[in-house]
C-alpha cells in the first residue's frame, strides 16, 4: 500500500483513491467508474463474493477488470499442473482452476478477454450496462 501511494503520489494520480478492506465488505461511498483486481483474483478465499460486492458498487456503464496468471492451455498446463497446484498450497499463488471470465458472465453478458504472455496471463473485463 506504502508503494502504491508513493506511486500515485509521484504521477499526481490526484484521481486515484487505494483502500485496503475486505472485498466482501467494503462499502464505498458512492457508486465507482472500475474496479480492477490486478494479480490478487485467484488468492481471494471467497472471490465470487468479492467480485458480487464490486459488481453491486459499480455504477453503469462501469468496468470490473480482472488480470492474473493461469496455466497455459495444452501440453504445457497439464505437464506444469502438479507442480503449480502443489506450489499454489505452500506459496499465495492462488486457485489455478479459478476461471473469472465464466464467473463475470454470470452478472453481464458484456465480457471480453484476452490472453497474454504466452497464454500465461488473462485479462478479462466486464461492463455494467
Known amino acids: 500500500m506504502r508503494e502504491a501511494s508513493e506511486l500515485c503520489a509521484q504521477a499526481a494520480w490526484n484521481n486515484v483513491t487505494l483502500i485496503h478492506a475486505d472485498a ?3 462499502t464505498v461511498p458512492e ?3 472500475g474496479v480492477f483486481f490486478s494479480l490478487s483474483y485467484a488468492v481471494i478465499p471467497k472471490h465470487r463474493e468479492a467480485l458480487r460486492r464490486a459488481w453491486e458498487q459499480l455504477r453503469p456503464g462501469g468496468y470490473v477488470v480482472i ?3 493461469r496455466l497455459p492451455s495444452g501440453l504445457l498446463g497439464k505437464l506444469l499442473r502438479p507442480l503449480v497446484a502443489w506450489t499454489s498450497m505452500l506459496t499465495v499463488l ?6 473469472p471470465w465464466d464467473e463475470l458472465r454470470q452478472v453481464t453478458d458484456d465480457v471480453d478477454c484476452e490472453e497474454v504472455q504466452f497464454a500465461t496471463y488473462y485479462i478479462c473485463r466486464g461492463r455494467k450496462r
Open 24 to 26: 466482501t465488505d467494503y
Open 67 to 69: 488480470m492474473d496468471a
Open 94 to 99: 492462488g486457485n489455478p482452476d479459478i476461471r
Open 31 to 33: 457508486p465507482v467508474d
